[in-house]
């Protein structure tokens, strides 16, 4: 018989996870670094997502933002929009939040691997991509031609700043930034994130991954076709209104798709056909 208090046989069940860091990145948004309790090991793959809960309060679907290859905790950034995530921007270091997961499917990694990748990340995009731009970076070898591209509407809502001045230095990777609006002092470019494509070498043969808002999504995927980039090797990172996260409500449903168990990782060849998608 099953024992349905334990996480294990429960996909409802929440497991506890200290805060060990927890920082304000922006006016909304707060990066924290958890670690589950009891020496629990979280094991996910980039691309996956998880249930992030306070008691008494409720839950909300959250991506991993750090790699699994960083064994010592797991990042997750919240943006205080509603009841939950005010309440979640409120927990200071040495808190205690819970957590459903994995959850979801991911990147296939073996489709990566040995493989050209170009990732595209608008505003909060970059938190779910993250996990696996460090993914890509810790296991370098296993990875052709790496090119990134960072849009976000303003240099104040630059996400991981700290990332992005090391990515833009680094020889791993071809990082390219842009902001839609620029301020007194931003030196860097001004333009849309589709401007980034008009210098940009890519093969043909290189997956790409999109996250971002979806009114982005079309635009970049027509940069990408003019690449000759394949549908097939354009994946989108959907992150729709989830609520229970394991197929049973229905409230991330496309069509006959659901965003937390068939995704929340799409190749834009499966879902190019569901109008609500894109
Ligand atoms: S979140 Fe409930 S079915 Fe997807």
């Not at 679907?61 to 997750?76: C, E, L, Q, V």
């Not at 997961?101 to 991911?106: A, D």
């Amino acid at each position: 018989m099953l024992d349905y208090n334990s996480y294990e046989n429960n996909i409802f069940y929440p497991m506890e996870a200290k805060i060990l860091n927890v920082k304000q990145v922006t006016e909304l948004e707060r990066h924290f670094s958890l670690k589950l309790a009891n020496d629990k090991q979280m094991t996910f793959s980039p691309g996956q997502i998880m249930e992030v809960s306070l008691f008494g309060y409720g839950e909300i679907p959250i991506g991993f933002a750090s790699s699994p290859t960083r064994k010592n905790s797991f990042d997750i950034v919240v943006r205080s929009v509603g009841r939950v995530s005010k309440a979640i921007n409120k927990l200071q270091k040495g808190d205690s939040l819970y957590v459903r997961g994995p959850l979801g499917h991911g990147f296939d990694l073996k489709a990566f691997k040995n493989q050209n990748v170009m990732i595209v990340a608008g505003g909060i995009g970059l938190c779910p991509t993250r996990s696996m731009i460090q993914y890509i970076l810790d296991k370098r070898s296993d990875f052709k031609k790496f090119t990134l591209l960072y849009g976000s509407k303003n240099p104040n809502q630059r996400m991981f700043v700290d990332d992005l001045e090391v990515w833009a230095k680094s020889s791993d990777v071809d990082f390219h930034e842009t902001v839609d609006q620029g301020i007194p002092g931003w030196k860097g470019n001004v333009g849309l994130i589709t401007t980034l494509f008009k210098n940009l070498e890519v093969e043909s043969n290189t997956k790409v991954i999109i996250c971002g808002p979806p009114v982005m999504f079309k635009f970049v995927i027509f940069e990408l076709q003019k690449l000759k980039i394949k549908n097939e090797d354009i994946y989108l990172d959907l992150e729709r209104r989830m609520k229970c996260g394991v197929g049973k409500c229905g409230h991330c449903q496309i069509n006959d798709h659901y965003a937390c168990i068939h995704g929340p990782v799409f190749s834009l060849d499966t879902i190019k056909h569901l109008e609500e998608a894109i």
